[in-house]
């Protein structure tokens, strides 16, 4: 029966709130906000009392004293005599919301996990580590600059580091060297702030006992489940703290949180929570990760906050509960009406303005964005470097031995902190400490090994600190003899030579992490529809899907990051962002292996052509479309600047090395064996302001020396073209180096005519190695305008559904309370197509989801919804994808069908030459909502480009640039339309015509769990390296990714 007259005739049902005050007590009244609405609405059926125990009856009276009540709800908070409300259980035997042993259990994460674990429930792969006394040495415990090893079991960074009691919420991020290392403490609210980075804290704490466990990227997202019962649950997603550690709050100065779908397996999740550890009322938090989920904390006793639709759940379901316990002869159904009185204060929606695009032309209110891909080129970086050398020093053949385990032909790799420091010792020992005159020809060669282990020496030494992100040394045997054992019994073989291959540079600059996060803020600004914050809006509520994926190469990752920081409005150190929002995927962004063959041909092409001064204009290329002519865009004298770019070389280079011989001089009056001094590697890592104090001492920007400066340009020398002398024209300028600005519009002008040329000599070229090397991105990209289209329609059929039954919806809200055994899977399922996605279509994109749960979403278009994709990389595949697109047409299967880019738009690429630092390609796909669900016309998408960093630094002539150029920073230019205004461009044309050069879905492997950061070193060749390949005595040159 419900509530009312009827009621009234029986007994009321007693509920005891056997809890500390301050767990309930809010200001002057009773009960807190979440408890007092729940208690009120239980109340306002007419079948219970609630006595309220208080502190004093808690902590003072004996439990025969304390009230007598049907059921009791009780959870322990500090200060709570835990066991003696468990004796006052035993005594009373009242029924128990929360049952009071396991809750022991809540203060101790081993037995949490152990439960956990017990019950078949999903957690992070972790191991224990327990100290008896603090600080006491653990033979099953190591601990290495990158790893912790316990029993065996290896956890590389970043990993998590919790202290075993529960009670204490000071959990430890250790990020690996390889993304600026440091720690992030993660820490209960304090005004807002929820955690903070430490950079300068590599060691692992050593006073307690602690549980370390994987780090699980979760798209910078926690997500906190509450259950009422084994058959309710309701879950918020709210910011990671591990992200920047701020906390965003409301006008009223509470925790921004919103509801978000659960999964069927996640459902299934959180009555097990429930059952293993028989608290009915329970939180928990779920981490979503690679297409699964995982406990990682259980909370016990947890309400949502400022839900009313949750309210009205929790007191229906905690009804049902009392009422099968105590009086199970009466009726639990709910009454058509609710008891209480409807006066909550309606709760202001917002929603944001449709817009159309802006770019390519409008289309109408009913237009709505549905996806964003973007294709981004790194930002600007340190020129890359390698020396080669080969070494016979016994220091130096130890070190390798030392760490390839002993094995004589058997080469290692040094990249750690540790290991570095050692090559550094021994090679400040090595180095001579003058100069000797220049005599015979062995005297020059050993001249010149010492001038290596000079530039060895010095490029350890840079920046005061090691840290795996931009140096790294290969040492591998090239000579062996045999020698007696050590302990007289037989031979063993022993290096006496090796080469060392050091390599360095390629590092984002600060002017690449200003650009990226600049750019970052203006996508916020500029690309999403809506009300000022339109993005920051649907990001906060969980409308908004967002991936960003990147290279493996340091400079690529650093740029997603510094990226994500401006789009996000994120706060703090690259690190944390980094770890937390950007996944690696090198199989999609990296490499050039695919489409080596043609790319030599291309390049062996385009030497002819320049030694030639040759020109062959193909059947299909006219004056009316230059770009269809074998080597487009080569200037006509190429074969002249070359020599002239060695003279003006030439000339730099002697002004350099003056220099760094001013610079040895002085440095030869220290100490070989002066310490690095400190250095705050992830200030460093986050800077976006350039070094003031070195640029007014005359020194080169950033952290090299003149040393290394000198050894780049004499590599330059050698080989002639191997570089991007725009970094010291951009960075060096107050050097005043004669001769560089000249040599810069030499090196440009090739530039400009090489670099496009390199992916193909003409248009079917480009369109064959583009397919070739952009492949699975191109693949990853229609999966991307797929899935989106796909819940685009599943969320329009369903609104026209609910329009035909609207007439029912009073009732079929009221019909949900009844059923709270399945928490309305049928509705949540087809509210946004949550459970498709994460459920079917994971096993082809494993990409964790957040969804609004429109039921409770406090927003007025909780169904709108924008899927963004952010793909960072290198040259090479922002070339392949443009090249593609303008060019798909040329294929045979595609005969007859127009280009996706137009006529005027071909023009400005044929012009562009270089898609320089910090280009982008945008594909953004808008929703029409006011055409039939099968008109093609439905989805449109457009496609825009920028090209970047691409103005010169002689070029920049107003204020605004002059500011920049103190910065040494390059502005990025705005986008450009490759459509004509008006046009529409379909899904339909879009997928036709890129399905054949595009990975087919079936083919993509199913996703592993993300690598660790392994280390930034590029495997690619540097962009000067290129014109080298071309001159005649330079045939052998490999090709690598740019």
């Not at 030694?611 to 770009?627: D, H, N, V």
């Amino acid at each position: 029966m419900g509530g009312g007259e009827e009621g009234r005739r029986y007994k009321k049902i007693t509920i005891g709130v056997c809890v500390m005050e301050k767990k309930v007590k809010c200001g002057s009244e009773v009960f807190s906000a979440t408890m007092g609405q729940i208690l009120d609405r239980l109340k306002a059926f007419g079948e219970f009392e609630i006595i309220h125990f208080g502190d004093k009856v808690i902590l003072e009276e004996p439990i025969e004293r304390w009230p007598i009540c049907d059921c009791l709800i009780a959870f322990y908070s500090s200060g709570y005599p835990l066991d003696k409300a468990d004796a006052y259980a035993a005594l009373r035997k009242p029924f128990l919301v929360n049952e009071l042993d396991p809750q022991h259990l809540l203060h101790d994460r081993r037995k949490v996990y152990e439960r956990l674990e017990m019950y078949g429930i999903s957690v992070p792969r972790y191991a224990l580590v327990n100290r008896e006394v603090p600080y006491q040495e653990l033979d099953y415990f190591i601990e290495e600059e990158d790893y912790v090893e316990v029993h065996g079991n290896r956890f590389w960074k970043p990993f998590v580091e919790k202290p075993v009691d529960g009670d204490n919420h000071s959990i430890m991020i250790y990020y690996p060297s390889s993304a600026g290392g440091g720690m992030k403490e993660l820490f209960r609210k304090v005004g807002n702030r929820s955690s903070e980075f430490h950079p300068d804290v590599r060691r692992v704490r050593r006073e307690g006992s602690y549980i370390y466990e994987e780090f699980m990227p979760t798209g910078g997202t926690d997500v906190k489940v509450y259950t009422v019962g084994p058959e309710y649950a309701h879950a918020e997603a709210r910011k990671s703290p591990v992200v920047d550690g701020v906390v965003m709050r409301n006008p009223d100065g509470k925790e921004i949180r919103y509801p978000v779908l659960l999964t069927p397996n996640e459902k299934q999740m959180a009555r097990d929570v429930c059952i293993a550890f028989r608290q009915a009322v329970c939180g928990f938090d779920l981490l979503r990760s690679d297409g699964h989920s995982y406990v990682c904390d259980v909370n016990g006793w947890s309400f949502v906050k400022n839900s009313h639709k949750y309210y009205d759940d929790a007191a229906c379901v905690m009804r049902k509960m009392f009422l099968d316990a105590k009086a199970p002869h009466l009726s639990s159904v709910i009454p058509p009406i609710l008891p209480w009185k409807l006066n909550e204060p309606v709760q202001p929606s917002e929603g944001l303005t449709r817009q159309g695009s802006g770019i390519i032309g409008t289309f109408g209110q009913s237009e709505e964005l549905r996806c964003v891909i973007v294709v981004i080129r790194h930002g600007d970086r340190t020129p890359k470097q390698k020396v080669k050398l080969k070494v016979t020093e016994e220091k130096l053949l130890n070190l390798m031995l030392k760490y390839n385990g002993g094995r004589p032909r058997s080469e290692t790799k040094l990249k750690s902190a540790v290991q570095l420091q050692d090559l550094l010792d021994a090679t400040r020992m090595l180095v001579p400490r003058s100069r000797p005159g220049r005599g015979s020809d062995s005297e020059a060669e050993d001249l010149e090994h010492a001038e290596k282990l000079r530039q060895v020496k010095a490029v350890l030494e840079e920046g005061g600190h090691f840290s795996g992100i931009y140096r790294k040394v290969q040492l591998k045997p090239l000579k062996w003899v045999k020698v007696p054992k050590s302990n007289g019994e037989g031979e063993e073989e022993r290096p006496i030579e090796a080469l060392m291959v050091l390599k360095y540079g390629g590092v984002l600059t600060h002017a690449g992490r200003k650009q990226a996060e600049e750019l970052g803020r203006y996508f916020r600004n500029n690309m999403y529809p809506g009300e000022g914050t339109g993005l920051l809006r649907l990001h906060s509520t969980y409308r908004h899907d967002l991936k960003i994926y990147s290279s493996d190469e340091g400079r690529v990752q650093m740029s997603a990051a510094a990226f994500a920081k401006g789009l996000l409005d994120l706060e703090g150190q690259l690190t944390p962002i980094l770890v937390s929002l950007v996944s690696k995927d090198s199989s999609m962004l990296d490499g050039l292996e695919n489409a080596s063959i043609e790319m030599e041909e291309a390049k062996a092409r385009l030497n002819e052509i320049i030694t030639s001064g040759a020109r062959t204009i193909q059947s299909s290329g006219t004056s009316e479309y230059p770009w269809m002519t074998d080597g487009a865009g080569l200037p006509s004298n190429a074969s002249e600047l070359l020599p002239k770019l060695v003279t003006l070389t030439k000339k730099v280079t002697e002004q350099v090395r003056l220099l760094a011989k001013d610079e040895d001089e002085t440095l030869t009056e220290t100490s070989p064996y002066d310490v690095i001094p400190p250095y705050d590697q992830a200030k460093a890592l986050g800077k976006t302001n350039i070094d003031i104090d070195r640029i007014a001492a005359g020194l080169p920007c950033g952290s090299e020396g003149f040393l290394l400066m000198y050894a780049r340009w004499r590599k330059l020398e050698r080989d002639l073209y191997n570089e991007r002398k725009e970094y010291d024209l951009l960075h060096n300028a107050h050097l005043n180096l004669e001769g560089l600005d000249e040599l810069f519009k030499v090196a440009q002008l090739l530039a400009d005519g090489v670099i496009p040329n390199e992916y193909g000599i003409n248009p079917k070229q480009k369109l064959k190695i583009g397919s070739k090397i952009a492949r699975r991105l191109l693949g990853k990209i229609l999966i991307d305008l797929r899935n989106t289209c796909e819940e685009a329609l599943d969320v329009a059929e369903l609104k026209s559904n609910q329009d035909k039954c609207s007439a029912k919806t009073e009732t079929d809200d009221k019909d949900f309370l009844p059923k709270l055994s399945t928490k309305n899977d049928d509705t949540r399922r087809s509210s946004t197509t949550s459970e498709v996605s994460m459920d079917q279509d994971d096993d082809e994109e494993k990409e964790t989801k957040y969804r609004l749960d429109p039921k409770y979403a406090n927003v007025r278009t909780p169904e709108r919804h924008v899927r963004t994709r952010l793909y960072f990389t290198s040259e090479s595949h922002i070339h392949s994808l443009m090249n593609v697109l303008r060019y798909c047409n040329l294929d045979e299967s595609l005969q007859g069908e127009a280009s996706l880019v137009c006529q005027t738009a071909l023009e400005r690429l044929y012009k562009t030459k270089e898609l320089d630092y910090m280009s982008y390609i945008v594909i953004r796909m808008f929703e029409n909502t006011e055409v039939a669900l099968e008109d093609p016309t439905r989805f449109r998408i457009e496609l825009t480009f920028s090209r970047g960093a691409d103005l010169s630094p002689l070029e920049m002539k107003d204020s605004k640039a002059a500011s920049l150029h103190q910065e040494h920073t390059l502005p990025i230019m705005g986008p450009e339309r490759l459509q004509e205004v008006g046009s529409c461009l379909t899904l339909e044309k879009m997928q036709k015509m890129i399905r054949p050069f595009a990975m087919p879905a079936e083919d993509f492997p199913p996703s592993s769990t993300p690598a660790g950061f392994s280390g930034y070193f590029s495997k690619s060749a540097s962009v000067l390296e290129r014109l080298v390949n071309l001159w005649p005595f330079h045939k052998n040159a490999h090709t690598n990714g740019k």
